[in-house]
């Protein structure tokens, strides 16, 4: 069912960023695999873990038309709050509009999980479901609801980018509806035409069939159906480059659906103003906007819209330099984008998470999410144009010429042999006259090069073994450090710590409401944490049982916890397990770029990142604290201690002044030389 346009293609120019952040509903999931989170379910098998309360109630009811009916209601209500509960009940509508030979409840059924599978972008499975329902309408002579499936084809065309083919599927559905009405339907199949119309950049002729169903609407007095119009037409004239017209219909429309409670219209009519204000530059009316659109779909529970909502509220925070809220929201899109399977969503908050870190100059976080954004939009291209290709093949014969044309490439192919091996001949033939010419001189400086070359090898030789002796004993050093630090940890932790815990439960036995060995119990107490505290500092024991990541997350938390203090950690691609050296090293760097921030550094917000990417661990520290002079500490033991950590894990570590203030520690470690387990 179509409504207020949430969606479309609009010029380039001012309404980039609209089109980019808030109008991506009849884009999204041009490919279904993209992301791995897509329902693989059959129509006629779906299994959940438990049935929920609403489904055992169903289940109880008798197996009748009735129920039939039912279900499709729950399939397409749950749409937008729980995929998994709406193709449940859709498929136990299917599997029962069957078994009673309940043609209508079938065709019911497999409409609405149709719908399902076009959200999911399961195209193909949406193409097979609404193809059967076809048939089964066309067979029981209910004309209005092949003109509904005609419709819902057309949606699905659509998400597809076909949008001629859209088209025609929408004027079939208008004919059926002209003839045999409501003319609500009339409408609604008018105002999907000018959509499709809007997306193919015939603005004219949009404009032109939102105001016929306009006209419709206001004749049978469907205020609501008038100001979904008005909504629309607003995209179209924001589109034309018409705002102040454009700002007037979508307050128009707005006024409508606050004054009649009906939140989630004006949670699209929001949205999409709030594109057009911060295409505009309007950054502080577009925040608002798109905080009240969020405000609303949260309290609906629709994951998508959400996604959709947290994009266009981080982009607005980006354009007004809060780098740490935009931050904050585009990694919440992203993880909505990906919980709920939304791909236009998803792709736009890698992008959007790109440009951030690029406005914050973390070149690797920047590549990260650009490569993810591209591969994402490279993935919806090539799905889509696979899907074009094979429906010309299929459609125009492709096969025929494409045998027609490889015998042709068949017959060039030979006489381009021929002509090659002509060719060849020529260069044979002064390939052994230079040869000869040059032979005298040739031998003259192949010996000269040859003993360059074994003076050169003899040295090279040497330098290598002298850096090879003191990169073995660095790492020597550094194992035996870690080692120490390992037994010392033992010791404190097994041993004093033990003691310690004992002299307090005696204590503590012997008090008997005592003040001073009251007193003398805390003291013992303590002494005790703070043991177990430096011995978890010299070496952490979930660094061990559990791997990097939950060691840098506990230490992090334990160091970064202060008053006037914030701070983030963020990981990605970093699951399993790593070599132990690898994990020793790159936790001790950490935890010393942490102590130095805490010592000297002044600083009130600290972001740690962990990634994967192209096969090397990256590892960025970034304050805002004071920063530091790179002349007088490039030379401290400190940062000797550091680097020489690195060279250890063969890595690369880089300090530099953030770009307004505080400091960025950037280290490198290629997975190739410390192998992953």
């Given at each position: ?149 005609h419709n819902k084809l057309g949606n699905l065309y659509q998400a597809q980018l076909r949008l001629e083919e859209a088209l025609a599927e929408n004027r079939n559905a208008l004919r059926i509806f002209e003839r045999i009405g409501p ?284 850096i090879a002796e003191r990169e073995a004993g660095l790492r020597a050093i550094v194992e035996n450090t870690d080692s120490e630090r390992q037994r010392i940890a033992a010791d404190l932790h097994d041993g004093v710590g033990q003691l ?178």
């Open positions: 069912m179509a409504g207020t346009l949430e969606a479309g293609i609009f010029p380039a120019g001012i309404l980039s960023r609209l089109v980019m952040n808030n109008l991506g509903a009849w884009l999204t999931r041009s490919v279904g695999c993209a992301i791995g989170v897509l329902c693989s379910c059959s129509l006629g098998v779906f299994a959940q873990e438990a049935p929920s309360p609403v489904q055992q109630r169903v289940v109880a009811l008798p197996d009748d038309t009735v129920k039939v009916f039912k279900l499709s209601d729950l399939c397409f209500e749950y749409r937008r709050k729980d995929v998994d509960s709406a193709l449940w009940f859709g498929t136990k509508a299917l599997e029962l509009a069957r078994a009673l030979r309940f043609h209508k409840g079938e065709a019911q059924a497999l409409n609405d999980l149709a719908i399902i599978h076009i959200d999911l972008s399961a195209f193909a499975e949406a193409d097979s479901a609404l193809h059967r329902a076809l048939a089964i309408r066309k067979a029981l002579h209910d004309d209005a609801g092949v003109g509904a499936v003319p609500a339907k009339e409408a609604l199949i008018l105002s999907n035409i000018a959509i499709l119309h809007f997306n193919l950049r015939q603005y004219e002729q949009a404009l032109t069939d939102h105001r016929a169903a306009a006209e419709v609407r206001s004749a049978i007095g469907d205020s609501t159906g008038l100001a979904e119009s008005e909504g629309n037409m607003a995209n179209v004239l924001a589109a034309l480059g018409d705002t102040a017209a454009a700002l007037g219909a979508f307050k128009r429309a707005g006024d409508y659906f606050r004054s009649h409670e009906l939140w989630r219209e004006y949670a699209v009519q929001a949205q999409n103003e709030a594109g057009l204000r911060l295409a505009m530059g309007d950054a502080h009316k577009a925040l608002a906007l798109y905080a009240e659109a969020l405000s609303i779909r949260e309290k609906a529970a629709d994951r998508k819209a959400i996604a959709s909502s947290l994009t266009g509220l981080a982009d607005a925070s980006l354009a007004l330099g809060r780098m740490n809220e935009a931050l904050r929201t585009a990694l919440r899109a992203m993880h909505m984008g990906r919980a709920v399977g939304a791909t236009n969503e998803l792709m736009q908050s890698y992008k959007l998470l790109a440009r951030i870190h690029a406005q914050l100059d973390h070149a690797d976080s920047t590549l990260f999410y650009h490569e993810h954004y591209a591969s994402l939009r490279d993935s919806v291209f090539s799905a889509d144009m696979g899907q074009r290709l094979a429906d010309l093949q299929v459609r125009f014969g492709m096969e025929r010429k494409e045998h027609v044309l490889q015998q042709q490439r068949a017959d060039l192919g030979v006489k381009n042999l021929e002509i090659a091996e002509l060719g060849r001949k020529a260069e044979r033939r002064n390939f052994l006259l230079a040869l000869t010419v040059g032979a005298s001189g040739a031998l003259g400086l192949i010996a000269l090069s040859i003993l360059q070359y074994q003076r050169r090898k003899a040295r090279s030789a040497k330098d290598a073994a002298v310690l815990t004992g002299l307090q439960y005696r204590i503590e036995a012997a008090a008997h409401g005592n003040e001073r060995w009251t007193a003398m119990r805390s003291m013992a107490e303590e002494a005790s944490r703070e043991v177990r505290d430096i011995a978890h500092r010299m070496m952490p024991r979930s660094l061990g049982e559990h791997g990097l990541v939950p060691a840098l997350s506990d230490m992090i938390g334990r160091s970064l916890t202060l008053p006037g203090m914030s701070h983030s950690f963020e990981h990605f691609g970093v699951e399993g397990r790593l070599p132990k050296n690898l994990e020793t090293g790159v936790y001790r760097i950490a935890q010393e770029l942490v102590n130095n921030i805490i010592k000297h550094a002044r600083a009130q917000q600290v972001h740690v990142q962990l990634l994967r990417n192209k096969g090397a661990l990256i590892l960025i520290v970034e304050d805002d604290g004071v920063g530091f002079d790179p002349v007088a500490t490039r030379n401290g033991l400190g940062m000797r201690n550091l680097h020489d950590r690195a060279r250890v894990i063969h890595g690369q570590l880089e300090v530099e002044r953030g770009k307004e203030k505080g400091t960025v520690a950037t280290l490198r470690v290629p997975l190739i030389e410390n192998s992953v387990r």
